[in-house]
Structure formats: C-alpha cells, structure tokens
T-cell receptor
Framework: DAKTTQPNSMESNEEEPVHLPCNHS???????IHWYRQLPSQGPEYVIH???SNVNNRMASLAIAEDRKSSTLILHRATLRDAAVYYC?????????????FGKGTKLTVNP | ETGVTQSPTHLIKTRGQQVTLRCSSQ?????VSWYQQALGQGPQFIFQ???????GRGNFPPRFSGLQFPNYSSELNVNALELDDSALYLC??????????????FGPGTRLTVL
C-alpha cells in the first residue's frame, strides 16, 4: 500500500485559510488521492479526491503537485466545525477490494 | 435517504467472550467495509463484503469474521475476545464497482470495551 506522510498536528484561526499538506513520494501513476476527515466522536467523512488536476467542491479544494508527489487540502475559511483529524489516502486503480488505508492523519485545531 | 447506522453504540464484554456488531448500509449501497480504530490511531481495514461475498481482508486473525445479508446489511463477529480488541469499530458502505474514485460513507461506530 502506497504511503503518505502528514504532519501530526496543525493550528489555525477561525475564518482564516488552512493548508494541510500530504507527501506521497511513492505514488503510482494511477493512484487517486483522497481526503477524509474525522470529527470528534464521529466516523470519518469524505472530503475530496483527485487524480492529476486540482479539484474544488463545497467543502474544500485539493491542489496536486505537478509531479504528484505531494498534495495540499485547502479549507478556504476555517470554522470551529472544521476541527478534526484529516487523513490523506492513496487509492490504487486496481487491487481488489476498495479498502481505505488510513495513517495517523493531521489533527487540526481551530482557534476562535 | 438513510445514512449508515450501527448497533449497539457501546458494548462492554469480558475476555474470552464473543461479540456481534451490526451495520445497516446506506440505501442503494452493495458494499460494506469494517474498520477497527484504536485510541489515537487511524482506522485499520478488517474486511469488506461485496454482494454477500468477502472481497478483501486486512491483517486480522480468523476470529474476526463477518456476514453480509441480501439487503446488504452486515455483521462483524469477534470470537475469544482479547483486551487489545477494545476499540471503535466502524462500518462504511459504498456502491461497489466504482473503482478508486468511490466514496465510502461511515457510520458513527460501536465502542467495544473488553475487560
């Protein structure tokens, strides 16, 4: 399973942008980059995913480096509700089950 | 549209006992995955069921077993409980066959404590 590296923790202030980095230097050409987050006392929830191009949705933006060895999840205006553990996950194009391989993620603290 | 539900919410068992956890998948989803999340760690994949067949298994011993029913709900069974089995057990459903862009929808989990 391809490996990702994320900082253990990050801190932000409410209403400011947050950039959460993820390194995945061993990514293969067909691995998708997914982000999930887990709010306190809840199951993980999907945030966004991409393959090569930058992606935007109502929750966040995903910026993917040109060589695909790193990506950044961008929360444009952090709210207190965005305080969670954020997981960067690589999903291969092939490989049988559609499992998610979670690391320890980045714990985001949002200050009021 | 009903989301993923799990029961029970909390459970306390003693070492050596057996436990069954239940999961109802989101409407229209045919794939259920189970994960174990120890305190302070990310979820670890246990196994996945697609249309009632096991479709992949993580690094868990055979005393972890499962079932998926014709309505795509699922059970996770753990025999001979050990103290290290204390964890949050998460169920996720998805529409299988969608490949690596497929999104998984998680339930709130069952907190199992083994004494």
């Amino acid at each position: 399973d391809a490996k990702t590296t994320q900082p253990n923790s990050m801190e932000s202030n409410e209403e400011e942008p947050v950039h959460l980095p993820c390194n995945h230097s061993t990514i293969s050409g067909t691995d998708y980059i997914h982000w999930y987050r887990q709010l306190p006392s809840q199951g993980p929830e999907y945030v966004i995913h991409g393959l090569t191009s930058n992606v935007n949705n109502r929750m966040a933006s995903l910026a993917i480096a040109e060589d695909r060895k790193s990506s950044t999840l961008i929360l444009h205006r952090a709210t207190l509700r965005d305080a969670a553990v954020y997981y960067c996950i690589l999903r291969p194009l092939q490989g049988g089950s559609e499992k998610l391989v979670f690391g320890k993620g980045t714990k985001l603290t949002v200050n009021p | 549209e009903t989301g993923v539900t799990q029961s029970p919410t909390h459970l306390i068992k003693t070492r050596g006992q057996q436990v069954t956890l239940r999961c109802s998948s989101q409407s229209g989803h045919n794939t259920v995955s189970w994960y174990q999340q120890a305190l302070g760690q990310g979820p670890q994949f246990i196994f996945q069921y697609y249309r009632e067949e096991e479709n992949g298994r993580g690094n868990f011993p055979p005393r972890f077993s499962g079932l998926q029913f014709p309505n795509y709900s699922s059970e996770l069974n753990v025999n001979a409980l050990e103290l290290d089995d204390s964890a949050l057990y998460l169920c996720a459903s998805s529409l299988g066959g969608g490949g690596p862009s497929n999104e998984q929808f998680f339930g709130p989990g069952t907190r199992l404590t083994v004494l």
